[in-house]
């Protein structure tokens, strides 16, 4: 939704029918770093609960710190003050969340600098982390990292690799994108879903496809969402599951409604009752040992 001011696309989202919103801080919406941000939450916060929007609030803006460097500075970057830059920003985004009444704040490792170690890069990666788990601490507002394709934190392998170096940390829980699951992880999403479910902080969802990293609109891939949305369901999951089409801002007011629908479709399919199976014998009967999909 980023052609669109951020008092409308809260408004449009909310009369679609949204319960919430993924809020990424960037200039055009919520500008973490231009003057008077304090007041400009406190203005924001006083919208969202007038429209009955809850929010998790997001920091995958791709040049807020650098106009010249996609994402940059990291984490996990060689310069001390360059990762120091980042955790600053993501420390002023958890005040951001706090004073929003966000579920969570969400942030990702960042893509493995040339020329620096795994080891090195894992390292750097806890150790920028660890201010912004004391400022979670301190807000109330659980930090949910995501797994993002080409990251040094890619998978939920690499998520229980973060949460062992770190202590497993109270604080620390986890972003999952459900297209990302499909794109690369050896479960399905709706098994990566239920694995994830003990630190599940936020959903992202969109379609994709098996080894590509483009987030489709729903129906323009491969994943089967009545399981997700049932895998969701069934593990209690609180949190606010946000469409996320970061390509698609030419058409945002479409692709919100089109995707808001589907997702509703989606859900009646979830949970409605399955067909009883056919009688012992009948020609229609899968035969034993078999599987469907």
Known sequence: MTDLRLDDALALLAD?????VGLTLDHMHLDPLAPDLTSRTHRTAQRLAT???????????RYVLDPRRKHGPTLL????????RRVGLLVRAMQVAADLGAHALHCF??????????????KRLAESLTPVLEA???AGVPLAVEPEPGHLLATLADFHHLRRILGDPEGLGLTLDIGHCQCLEPLSPADCVRAAAPWLR?????????GVHEHLPFGDGEIDFPPVLSALADTGYQGLTVVELPRHSHAGPHFAEH????LHRAAATASAPS???PPHGDPSATPEGSSTS
Request: proline share 7%; glycine share 10%.
């Open 16 to 20: 679609l029918g949204y319960d919430g």
């Open 51 to 61: 429209l009955g929007l809850d929010v998790t609030v997001e920091t995958g803006a």
């Open 77 to 84: 970057d060689p310069d001390p003050d360059d990762r120091s």
């Open 109 to 122: 490792s960042g893509v493995t600098p040339d020329g620096t170690d795994r080891d090195t890069a894992w």
């Open 136 to 138: 979670a601490a301190t």
């Open 202 to 210: 936020h959903v992202q969802i969109e379609d994709m496809r098996r």
């Open 259 to 262: 995707s808001l629908q589907f």
């Open 275 to 277: 067909d009883p199976a």
